[in-house]
């Protein structure tokens, strides 16, 4: 559950700073360590049913190529006229119509083929299409902060404020020292 802060207790001291510090990254390894916790138990419950799932999506797999198989060679009977879905007591079933999609002719093309073709067509370059974007790293790199203000741009970068545990290299879940007790901030 998620509560909002609704006002902010200013530091003090930095004796106060380095308190609020080491609780923080005390907060921060026993969140780490309920997390594992958590993950571990949600892996355990995704094995012991993995088998179960696994062989019941074969089987429904199975069944529904050889439903299909069986409604693709007696469509007439089952739908039909220009039906495309049926029904029987427990289940809808039919053919749906997918998205219209380009696809190749046969293999003599390739989509490098088609674009060559599309040139040699009299309106054919209206069905190609080219994409320019500005090559951003480059000019971070390349281009002084003066011609990138000429081209409309400046380089940004944001500054953010952060807290990391020292970890002992032991057992990096515990603090290289172990904080004294923590104060309620």
Do not use: C
Not at 120 to 147: C, N, T, W
Not at 148 to 175: C, H, M, N, W, Y
């Amino acid at each position: 559950m998620t509560t909002r802060i609704k006002s902010i207790s200013e530091i003090r001291s930095r004796a106060e700073f380095d308190q609020i510090l080491e609780n923080i990254v005390t907060m921060q390894l026993a969140k780490e360590r309920t997390e594992l916790r958590r993950d571990k138990k949600l892996l355990a419950i995704r094995a012991e049913y993995a088998v179960e799932l696994n062989d019941l999506a074969l089987v429904m797999e199975t069944n529904v190529l050889r439903a299909e198989k069986y409604a693709t060679a007696h469509r007439d009977e089952l739908l039909p006229g220009k039906k495309k879905t049926a029904e029987t007591s427990v289940t809808f079933f039919g053919f749906r119509t997918g998205n219209p999609t380009l696809v190749l002719l046969n293999r003599k093309w390739t989509w490098a083929k088609v674009i060559t073709a599309l040139k040699l067509y009299a309106e054919g370059r209206k069905f190609i299409i080219v994409k320019e974007s500005p090559d951003k790293d480059a000019m971070k790199l390349q281009l002084s902060a003066d011609h990138l203000a000429a081209v409309g741009t400046r380089i940004e970068q944001s500054e953010t404020f952060f807290i990391d545990p020292k970890r002992d290299p032991a057992d990096p879940r515990r603090l290289v020292t172990s904080p004294q007790s923590a104060i309620a901030a």
